[in-house]
Nanobody
Framework: QVQLVESGGGLVQAGGSLRLSCTASGRIFSNYAMAWFRQAPGKEREFVAAFDWSSRYMFYANFIKGRFTISRDNAKNTMYLQMNSLKPEDTAVYYC???????????????WGQGTQVAVSS
């Protein structure tokens, strides 16, 4: 059974930082493209950042503008999203995702985590 388990969400003031973690089964982590998406209330789920399936390349949404960094620890089968300079508009449920071919659009995702809530107060 494939599992993607996120953690690290919470409430933070604007300008603060959070680090999200996603732990996946070894089979998925080693062979799939891994990504972070987010969904704010009343909005569609949107791409945030991703590794390609080889884990050699990283992709970021334009709105990140250097504030977020995606990383991974292969020994722990864990992917991270370091979020700095958080803004109220970053408030959303953040999802870990895996796609066998790609992970930069929701339509290519094969597996989703349950999500972790991030709330940024002004």
């Amino acid at each position: 059974q494939v599992q993607l388990v996120e953690s690290g969400g919470g409430l933070v003031q604007a300008g603060g930082s959070l680090r999200l973690s996603c732990t996946a089964s070894g089979r998925i982590f080693s062979n799939y493209a891994m990504a972070w998406f987010r969904q704010a209330p009343g909005k569609e789920r949107e791409f945030v950042a991703a590794f390609d399936w080889s884990s050699r390349y990283m992709f970021y949404a334009n709105f990140i503008k250097g504030r977020f960094t995606i990383s991974r620890d292969n020994a722990k089968n864990t992917m991270y999203l370091q979020m700095n300079s958080l803004k109220p508009e970053d408030t959303a449920v953040y999802y870990c995702a895996a796609g066998s071919r790609s992970a930069v659009t929701a339509s290519t995702i094969d597996y989703w985590g349950q999500g972790t809530q991030v709330a940024v107060s002004s």
